[in-house]
């Protein structure tokens, strides 16, 4: 192995980070940007639509992956990335053009989804030794969670909500224009933090290392073609691909509209804020150390799962019936909010490397990037239609959060009839040695 291989973790998470960062800019300040916008329930929605709707070309990504390697696949990612910041930053007084434009740069910033969300297997396998793969990987896919999450921590802090700003902005102009400055503070921040990280990427980012760190890195995988047929007609696959899809594309529907789900149960805009950054901050280190723990102990990734939806499960339906205050009598506060929330936001997030990890053994050798590809655009499927029924049923949420504990339930018995295999490591160990 390579040193260097710790820089290019360190480019390609922090690229995941600011695309995350970026998609998630608009949910955690709904309440805000529709005063100084003029954005309605519907295009809150939208905007955090535009990220599933960004999966379409997602096989042009894996295709580009495979044949092209990660600098090409890279470089195009940041460049789409740079244009969509550019775009929601263009001064234009004419409130129905920016909002088209924002809308855009929305829009290319979820283009940049395939390959920050796809690409961590396929990264870790090619730099990594086999005693850190999953550890490089849960890296690489969980600080795009981190920067959705750094949304919920910025967003609020630094723009005002309407009933919380300054006394000295006494008439109502003046509010909103303070308002659209603190926006627009912000995605001009995002915007330059984007363009340098494409530039670092532009200045240093290899495609593989001058020699492979293992068997499996140097073995030849399938083709393009090939894998798709493979892919498709391993049930096992396909059952574990839903069982990652289901929970994990309504959570981050569910997760992108936090605030319009909890404002109707009286919980501020701030607040909000903190119970979806520590939900996904949770995660991502639980989802670090479970990583770490299953490099040690190899082998044990289903029963790692099985823990994890449990306690999913059991977190979104505590979430739920909390809701339901005039059925269930449960104390509405907000230490449950954030105790529930919070717990459902490290189990699902957490659960993410291992599943990349499990999907990779299960149909090795068939590339990372087109299996993780595949999964992913799945579980962007299900967000799309979620958000899709959101943007017609917007004024009542009771519905959205009982297909949380519905989602985590079905996964669980999912993995529970799951048989699980482990190829990849079959032939870094056995026939390495």
């Not at 608009?26 to 639509?49: K, M, T």
């Not at 723009?159 to 919380?164: E, R």
């Not at 990427?201 to 083709?223: D, I």
């Not at 230490?335 to 291992?354: E, R």
């Amino acid at each position: 192995v390579y040193g260097r291989r710790w820089l290019v973790l360190l480019l390609f998470s922090l690229l995941g980070f600011a695309q995350g960062l970026v998609w998630n800019s608009w949910g955690p300040i709904q309440n805000s940007a529709r005063l100084a916008f003029g954005f309605s329930g519907w295009d809150i929605a939208l905007l955090v639509f535009w990220g599933p709707i960004g999966f379409a070309p997602c096989f042009f990504f894996m295709w580009l992956m495979d044949k092209k390697g990660l600098r090409v696949t890279v470089l195009l990612t940041s460049s789409l990335m740079v244009l969509g910041a550019g775009l929601r930053c263009v001064p234009v007084s004419d409130l129905e053009i920016r909002k088209k434009l924002i809308h855009g740069g929305q829009l290319l910033n979820g283009l940049a989804g395939p390959t920050v969300m796809n690409a961590a297997p396929f990264l870790s396998t090619t730099w990594f030794s086999p005693d850190e793969r999953a550890t490089a990987t849960a890296i690489a896919s969980l600080l795009n969670y981190l920067g959705a999450a750094g949304a919920f921590l910025v967003g609020p802090l630094v723009v005002p909500s309407p009933n919380a700003t300054s006394h000295l902005l006494l008439a109502s102009q003046s509010n909103t224009e303070h308002i659209k400055d603190r926006i627009e503070a912000v995605l001009y921040a995002e915007f330059g933090m984007v363009s340098l990280i494409f530039s670092a990427a532009l200045a240093y980012f290899p495609s593989r290392p001058p020699f492979p760190p293992s068997v499996a890195a140097a073995s030849q995988r399938l083709s393009y073609r090939r894998s798709f047929c493979r892919l498709l007609s391993n049930f096992r696959f396909l059952m574990i691909a839903l069982a990652y899809a289901i929970p994990l594309g309504v959570f981050s529907g569910w997760s992108g509209v936090l605030d319009l789900i909890l404002t109707p149960v009286h919980v501020s805009q701030v607040d909000a804020g903190w119970i979806g950054f520590w939900s996904i901050v949770g995660g991502c280190v639980v989802g670090i150390a479970m990583a770490r723990f299953a490099d040690f102990i190899r082998g044990m990734l289903k029963f790692i799962l099985l823990l994890l939806l449990s306690g999913a499960t059991l977190a979104s339906t505590w979430f739920t019936l909390t809701c339901l205050t005039s059925v269930t009598h449960l104390p509405l506060t907000t230490a449950t909010l954030y105790t529930s929330c919070i717990l459902l936001g490290i189990f699902l997030n957490s659960s993410v490397p291992i599943f990349f990890e499990l999907f990779v053994e299960t149909v090795y050798p068939v590339p990372e990037g087109i299996t993780c590809g595949v999964v992913t655009f799945l579980s962007n499927v299900f967000m799309g239609v979620l958000l899709f029924f959101l943007t017609f049923y917007h004024t009542e949420f009771s519905w959205f959060n009982w297909c949380l504990p519905g989602s985590c339930l079905l996964s669980l018995l999912l993995i529970l009839c799951f048989r699980e295999s482990y190829d990849r490591l079959y032939l870094d160990v056995v026939v390495s040695v």
